[in-house]
């Protein structure tokens, strides 16, 4: 009996022992399978998401821009996460303000010049003094960069080809959205002190009779005391003046103030809260903003040939742009002024600019007269190479603290009212130390405004 009962209990713990093994294998085969399943899913996970990408990268491939493609009634809209370029970062600030500015604004028809781009889907708001010629020569080369294969950055545009755009825009003022929502839309802007100066420079400092005749007439006789006199043809608009003619023309409302084109504010001639910009570039970082457009718009030769010559483009393109016009024009200007102080105020305009160094003209009054446009241009060319890039961009920013530490401070504070809202929304300082906090009797005098020889 007790050796039956010993041989079942020695049956029972091996039963039990097999049954135990058997649920031991059993899991070890569950997780085995689970694992195998597990695996199955990431690699069908992964097979999945590598057809995804595949898809999204065709798609992002034919999209210029990098982002959703213009919406058709079939198109599917896919969001591809990107870092944003420093212009489209500030559009998107910008943007973030307009809701309360847009509320501000009476409602009426707005209408105003804007260059568009069906193919590339492209929408871009001019503005004087803000390299709108250089733009107005970039559309011209969209229009054969892929017939033509010679032509590689806007430099290689004609002048005589780059005429100002005739489509005109019109937008309800104060409310968001027109016709060219699903266009990518792109402007710049300027520091507002610097570029007033260069408007100033550049149509009223510089030998053009047109805007002698016309702007500064209007503005010397309604700002210049009565008892004091003008020179023949009105050449001898003051900057002073012409910013207090500034302060006077934009205390019209709702930003729609000026006294032309080159000093009407940003927000109020482009109107990027209506048209909700999705670029805003800064003239002072010109060059890295651009090439942002380039890239996107896959714009190689171009992005190739400004990375290797742009400044030397840039340059070249200001000089003739500075000289050529004033020679065409000779005879009506030397009704004006005499040849020899045209020519002055060329070499100044180039030496504010930074085109050029602090050399003075080389030139008599005879020399003068008998300097051919091509003579000149060399005379200029060699007079730039004595002087570095590095020190010609410092002279630009000491000739913008001489030239304003001449105007009365009650005018700049005027000045900065005005330019408010282009102040705010676009990121710059209202009161720059170089112009408001500096004690002007620091500042080592130039002359840049001076016609005189020293």
Not at 265 to 286: N, V
Not at 319 to 324: A, G, N, P, Q, Y
């Amino acid at each position: 009996m007790k050796v039956l009962l010993r041989k079942k209990g020695l049956l029972l713990v091996i039963g039990s022992s097999l049954v135990f093994w058997m649920l031991l294998q059993t899991g070890i085969n569950f997780e085995e399978s689970m694992a195998d399943k597990k695996q199955d899913i990431v690699l069908t996970a992964q097979k999945k998401m590598k057809k995804s990408n595949t898809k999204l990268n065709m798609e992002n491939n034919d999209n210029k821009w990098n982002k959703q493609a213009v919406p058709t009634a079939h198109s599917v809209k896919v969001k591809t996460p990107f870092k944003m370029s420093p212009p489209a970062q500030l559009a998107e600030r910008v943007r973030s303000k307009c809701t309360a500015y847009l509320r501000s604004l009476p409602k009426k028809p707005i209408v105003y010049p804007i260059t568009t781009n069906a193919h590339y889907n492209l929408l871009f708001c001019p503005m004087c003094k803000l390299a709108s010629t250089y733009w107005t020569k970039f559309f011209k080369m969209l229009e054969v960069y892929k017939e033509n294969s010679s032509i590689h950055s806007p430099y290689d545009i004609p002048i005589s080809i780059a005429k100002p755009t005739k489509e005109r825009l019109q937008i309800i003022q104060g409310t968001s959205g027109t016709r060219y929502d699903s266009y990518y839309k792109f402007m710049f802007v300027r520091d507002p002190y610097a570029r007033i100066l260069s408007a100033y420079v550049d149509k009223l400092f510089a030998p053009n009779p047109t805007f002698w005749k016309d702007l500064c007439r209007k503005i010397i006789t309604s700002v210049r005391d009565r008892s004091k006199p003008h020179a023949k043809c009105w050449s001898d608009l003051s900057f002073e003046e012409y910013i207090r003619a500034i302060v006077t023309a934009h205390r019209r409302p709702a930003e729609s103030g000026m006294t032309d084109c080159h000093d009407a504010s940003f927000i109020g001639y482009c109107h990027p809260c209506e048209l909700k910009m999705d670029f805003i570039g800064k003239m002072e970082t010109f060059s890295s903003d651009s090439n942002f457009l380039y890239q996107k718009l896959n714009l190689s030769r171009t992005l190739d040939t400004l990375g290797r010559q742009g400044k030397q483009l840039a340059d070249e393109d200001a000089l003739l742009d500075t000289v050529i016009s004033p020679f065409k024009w000779k005879n009506d200007i030397k009704k004006c002024i005499p040849w020899h102080e045209a020519l002055q105020r060329i070499w100044r305009k180039l030496q504010i600019r930074g085109v050029i160094g602090k050399e003075q003209l080389p030139l008599t009054a005879e020399q003068a007269e008998k300097i051919s446009q091509q003579e000149f241009i060399d005379l200029i060319k060699k007079t730039q190479e004595n002087t570095s890039y590095s020190e010609r961009k410092q002279q630009r920013t000491e000739a913008l603290i001489e030239i304003y530490s001449h105007v009365k401070m009650e005018y700049l504070h005027q000045l900065k009212v005005s330019y408010k809202n282009d102040f705010d929304f676009f990121e710059y300082e209202d009161s720059p130390a170089s112009i408001f906090n500096i004690n002007r009797k620091d500042i080592q005098y130039y002359g840049y405004l001076d016609l005189g020889q020293k």
